[in-house]
Nanobody
Framework: QVQLVESGGGLVQPGGSLRLSCAAS????????MGWYRQIPGKQRELVAR???????NYADSVKGRFTISRDKAKKTVYLQMNSLKPEDTGVYYC??????????WGQGTQVTVSS
């Protein structure tokens, strides 16, 4: 059974930084994509960043230049470095794993709050 365990959320002032981590366990295939979504109050869950098994990257326009996604394949872990955080980045961030283009898994979510 696949599990995704997130860590690194918290409270930060505007302009600050946070680093989220997501460790996957269980049967993880090499053909997969890992990423981060977020749920902002009153809005639909949206893609923040994704990294495919070939290393290709995809970012939401609102975070380009501020957030960086990376992965450690050996540790089955994906990271999201978030810099220059804004109050509108506040929300619950979810780790996502897509395997073989059909099997989806979600983490439990971690709260990120950007406020002075």
């Amino acid at each position: 059974q696949v599990q995704l365990v997130e860590s690194g959320g918290g409270l930060v002032q505007p302009g600050g930084s946070l680093r989220l981590s997501c460790a996957a366990s269980g049967t993880i295939f090499t053909n997969n994509a890992m990423g981060w979504y977020r749920q902002i109050p009153g809005k639909q869950r949206e893609l923040v960043a994704r990294i495919d098994s070939d290393g290709s990257l995809n970012y939401a326009d609102s975070v380009k230049g501020r957030f960086t996604i990376s992965r450690d394949k050996a540790k089955k872990t994906v990271y999201l470095q978030m810099n220059s955080l804004k109050p509108e980045d506040t929300g619950v961030y979810y780790c996502h794993l897509l395997q073989l283009r059909a099997l989806e898994y979600w983490g439990q979510g971690t709260q990120v709050t950007v406020s002075s």
